[in-house]
């Protein structure tokens, strides 16, 4: 029943290790997303994909990748993990492409760096 | 860079009233506007939308109203119910922009009895 999963939930870790978050939705939707909440509460939009294909890249530091497997995943790899990542990580995703259309959410996945 | 600001970080209102949250855009180009709802350890959820060809849409208790010249919106609740109590996030977008929204701070909104 689950629209948009996201494992895990939470995620700690030492600073300079590298860790992966996985993100699936069964909406059949053509365009996912990767947003950060940091704790300013901010929800910033990190990348975009549709249809596998990068779209949106903000200015995020080169240590974040994110890959497409096919439609229904976007998994977001962090390497180096610094204290500034500690966020909470939102996927998305949505139909429409261009057009601005309802995004979709997953519950997060709270990442802490110690 | 904030271009979209939610600046009552906070509401307090009693069951039955009307809940008004407002919103505060600078960017010019922005013409779509979606408020989201957020309980705590979920992802926000879509509420109600509204295009700049509009100045208001209703979707049951939830009414948003979009005023360009001020390039302010407000999300009004009536009633409001317990239920409601959440964090209120406004985002902004341009059309044809891949789904590329910018979001407001939030406002925590809390429903007494």
């Known amino acids: 029943d689950t629209a948009v999963s996201q494992t895990p939930k939470y995620l700690v870790t030492q600073m300079g290790n590298d860790k992966s978050i996985k993100c699936e939705q069964n909406?059949?939707?053509?365009?996912m997303y990767w947003y950060k909440q940091d704790s300013k509460k901010f929800l910033k939009i990190m990348f975009s994909y549709n249809n596998k294909e990068l779209i949106i890249n903000e200015t995020v530091p080169n240590r974040f990748s994110p890959k497409s497997p096919d439609k229904a995943h976007l998994n977001l790899h962090i390497n180096s993990l610094e204290l500034g990542d500690s966020a909470v990580y939102f996927c998305?995703?949505?139909?429409?492409?261009?057009?601005?259309?309802?995004?979709?959410f997953g519950p997060g996945t709270r990442l802490t760096v110690l | 860079d904030q271009q979209v600001k939610q600046n009552s970080p906070s509401l307090s209102v009693q069951e039955g009233r009307i809940s008004i949250l407002n919103c505060d855009y600078t960017?010019?180009?922005?013409?779509?506007f979606l408020w989201y709802k957020k309980y705590p350890a979920e992802g926000p959820t879509f509420l109600i939308s509204i295009s700049s060809i509009k100045d208001k849409n209703e979707d049951g208790r939830f009414t948003v109203f979009l005023n360009k010249s001020a390039k302010h919106l407000s999300l009004h609740i009536v009633p409001s119910q317990p239920g409601d109590s959440a964090v209120y996030f406004c985002?902004?977008?341009?059309?044809?922009?891949?789904?590329?929204?910018?979001f407001g701070a939030g406002t925590q909104v809390v429903v007494t009895p």
């Open positions: 985002a902004a977008s341009v059309q044809r922009s891949w789904g590329k929204l910018q």
């Open positions: 909406l059949g939707h053509d365009t």
């Open positions: 960017n010019s180009m922005f013409d779509y």
């Open positions: 998305a995703s949505s139909q429409g492409g261009t057009i601005i259309n309802e995004q979709f």
